[in-house]
């Protein structure tokens, strides 16, 4: 059974710095390129970032360029979202999921699956 579980949530400070994990079932991770999305509240889901895996190749939308990095663990199917120098703006539920893969990771759901999601609260 396909199963995405987010965790490594929780509240900082500004400039803060958090690191989410993706265990991820039921698939061979290796054969799918990996997205994490976020939303706030009142807000669609937005995509933040996405890895290959093709040549682990990764895209992260203007606002966390520089800040965020996404990584993949196949061994452990495990992908992982390192956030640095965290913004109030950055609040939000994260989740991650299956993405395209299109010439490169696209950070568009492959699947509409989705998991519980980790709460990320940006706060001074």
């Known amino acids: 059974q396909l199963q995405f579980v987010e965790s490594g949530g929780g509240s900082v400070q500004p400039g803060g710095s958090l690191r989410l994990s993706c265990a991820v079932s039921g698939v061979t991770l290796d054969n799918y390129s990996l997205g994490w999305f976020r939303q706030a509240p009142g807000k669609e889901h937005e995509g933040v970032s996405c890895?290959?895996?093709?040549?682990?190749?990764?895209y992260y939308v203007d606002s966390v360029k520089g800040r965020f990095t996404i990584s993949r663990d196949n061994a452990k199917n495990t992908v992982y979202l390192q956030m640095n120098s965290l913004k109030p703006e950055d609040t939000a539920v994260y989740y991650c999921t299956a993405v395209v893969e299109s010439y490169g990771c696209v950070v568009v759901p492959l699947l509409d699956y989705w998991g519980q999601g980790t709460q990320v609260t940006v706060s001074s």
């Open positions: 890895i290959s895996s093709d040549d682990g190749s990764t």
